[in-house]
Antibody
Framework: VTLRESGPALVKPTQTLTLTCTFS??????????VSWIRQPPGKALEWLAL???????YYSSSLKTRLTISKDTSSNQVVLTMTNMDPVDTATYFC???????????????WGRGTTVTVSS | SYKLTQPLSVSVALGQTARITCGGD??????VHWYQQKPGQAPVLVIY???NRPSGIPERFSGSNSENTATLTISRAQADDEADFYC???????????FGGGTKLTVL
């Protein structure tokens, strides 16, 4: 199982950020499997953003839900996260992670991508 | 909203036992996951469902969870164990993933 994040390294304030998580070694149509997005500002803690499951149910951080949209393309093995109205405080490393069968893992994230760094600046 | 509380830092002497706590209201009734993150790297799952070790994680790492505190225990601490550690739960009430604020482990 591998995951790789991709997207712009630099965005301007007020722009919309689009990140793609491309994965291999599993199918997001397998019952119980999920993909999640997490971010980490420089020197700060992990912050969960969103999750999409095998059945295309979507879950969002309550503090950011108005700005986030998560979607999946099962045939392309990709999960896309968009975040609107970007601000310098959104500068962070953005990770995607696989959650294996939730009946077994209970939403533990077993495999992570290496992350992609996004800077918000004019 | 539900919150997870971790100490900012924990120190342990080389070869001794480190314990990192994660506090939450009645956390003992839910599954807790623990991640180790070294500088410049992605987090690695070291304990899932409170007490289970993924394959490849040394037996020196163990977890427990009771009442209002979950604990990650690292026995025979090594220099390579120095990292930030995060606890995580799924809050079924709000349907959100929650992370603790992280604990920096220093091996002296």
């Amino acid at each position: 199982v591998t995951l790789r994040e991709s997207g712009p390294a630099l965005v301007k304030p007020t722009q919309t950020l689009t990140l793609t998580c491309t994965f291999s070694g599993f199918s997001l149509s397998t019952t119980g499997v999920c993909v999640s997005w997490i971010r980490q500002p420089p020197g700060k803690a992990l912050e969960w953003l969103a999750l999409i499951d095998w059945d295309e149910d979507k879950y969002y951080s309550s503090s950011l839900k108005t700005r986030l949209t998560i979607s999946k393309d099962t045939s392309s093995n990709q999960v896309v996260l968009t975040m609107t109205n970007m601000d310098p405080v959104d500068t962070a490393t953005y990770f995607c992670a696989q959650i294996g069968d939730i009946a077994v893992t209970s939403y533990g994230m077993g495999v992570w991508g290496r992350g992609t760094t996004v800077t918000v600046s004019s | 909203s539900y919150k997870l509380t971790q100490p900012l830092s924990v120190s342990v002497a080389l070869g001794q036992t480190a314990r990192i706590t994660c506090g939450g209201d009645n956390i003992g009734s839910t599954s807790v996951h623990w991640y180790q993150q070294k500088p410049g790297q992605a987090p690695v799952l070291v304990i899932y469902k409170s007490t289970n070790r993924p394959s490849g994680i040394p037996e020196r790492f163990s977890g427990s969870n009771s009442e209002n505190t979950a604990t990650l225990t690292i026995s025979r601490a090594q220099a390579d164990d120095e990292a930030d550690f995060y606890c995580q739960v799924w809050d079924s009430f709000s349907a959100e993933v929650l992370f603790g604020g992280g604990t920096k482990l220093t091996v002296l």
